[in-house]
């Protein structure tokens, strides 16, 4: 043998014994270069694919439970619902999250519209984030006014809001997003996969680093719904919603949990509504509460009483209310350390060290917590906490 035939064998050897050396120390190397997944990589075609995604390679088992290094993640997505004429709000938005928490962690996006986003809206989101992105279209049946709803009626109701002055009281567009983030957004096609969302909207912003992940944080605490800001509904828009609340709670006491909020909610155990709600905007949660028998039996009952449309039952009190008398008050967190504003509200972190640890841009002094519209002081009483 040449020569140059034994510097080859020389090398290869050295190559194989290397390959089978990291095999047996490094385990994820192992498993990532194995044959059985190597053949599962060349089976996989681009056909076979059915989303519209920006799947960076570091992440690709990003719903598998871990991230590519190793460290524990939670089934979970950002949802955002906005149009195309909210482009350049959710840029905003998503390069916030990203900046803020999400390029350390890469959790995936999954964006909805009544209509199919257009190539540019697409486009100006993929570049934002290495994390897998999806765009989905909401069924036809999940937005639009129901067929049940009596238009006359809904119409004669809708005019008579807007000459009051109620804010989006003239809007059906507004009444099919509520009725949506109330009962379908966790049915989507493609939020079916996940377990976990963190609500976002066009044009808010996160003022803190978040140096943990509030999703394993919900997780791992058993907590199934998370807020930041509180505050009181506008009766106007839900005269009759707590009505038909009692009447649920008359019918179904089954669902109602031991040890709820209601405190939260009213101060005559539950004669009376006191207007007090979670600013939905943002939410962490679970879903299977959204998808679970009692939340569902509870929408479903509102969605006959035709509220979202007659009236404008928000979802905001919808989930509050839901997540007050279902769920065990212990199974709510209070995510103080998440700076976050949708304007004209901004929730600035106060407790212990959280506002100098998250490197906040917000001004503490004009957080919105104890406004005298807010109610987080309410739920600092019911949950036995000073107020600030």
Known sequence: ??????????????????????????????????????TNKFASTPETSTTTSNQSPSLSNSLNGTFANGQPKANATFVILCRNSD???????????????????????????????????????????????EFGVIPRDHWYQPDSIDEEKAKAAREKMQKDGIIYGGSVSYRNMCRFNSGYFFRHPLMLKYRWYWRIEPDVHFHCD????????????????????????????????????????????????????????????????????????????????????????????????????????????????????????????????????????????KLGTNWQDGRCSCDQAKSFDYDGYSCMAKWDKLMGLPSS
């Open 87 to 133: 482009l350049e709000a959710t840029v905003k938005s998503i390069r916030e999250i990203e900046d803020r928490f999400n390029r350390r962690y890469g959790y995936p996006y999954t964006l909805l519209n009544e209509v199919d986003f257009s190539e540019e809206f697409k486009n100006r989101i993929r570049v934002l984030t290495a994390a897998p992105v």
């Open 210 to 349: 978040i140096n943990h992940d509030p999703f394993l944080y919900m997780q791992e605490h058993d907590k199934t719904y998370g807020f930041t800001i509180s505050m009181y509904e506008y009766e106007s828009t839900i005269p009759t919603l707590w009505r038909h609340v009692k009447e649920f709670m008359k019918l179904h006491p089954e669902h109602i949990a031991q040890d709820n909020a209601m405190g939260f909610l009213s101060s005559d155990d539950g004669n009376s509504y006191n207007l007090c709600h979670f600013w939905s905007n943002f939410e962490i949660a679970d879903m299977e509460f959204w998808r679970s028998p009692a939340y569902m039996s509870f929408f479903e009952y509102l969605d006959q009483q035709g509220g979202f449309y007659y009236e404008r039952w928000g979802d905001a009190p919808v989930h509050s209310i839901a997540a007050a008398i279902l769920l065990p008050r212990e199974k709510i967190h209070f995510f103080d350390e998440i700076g976050y504003e949708h304007n004209p509200y901004t929730h600035c972190p």
């Open 1 to 38: 043998m040449n020569r140059i035939g034994r510097y080859i064998l020389a090398a290869l050897a050295i190559l194989v014994s290397t390959h089978y050396l990291l095999s047996f120390t490094h385990e994820r190397y192992g498993q990532a270069t194995s044959l059985s997944n190597l």
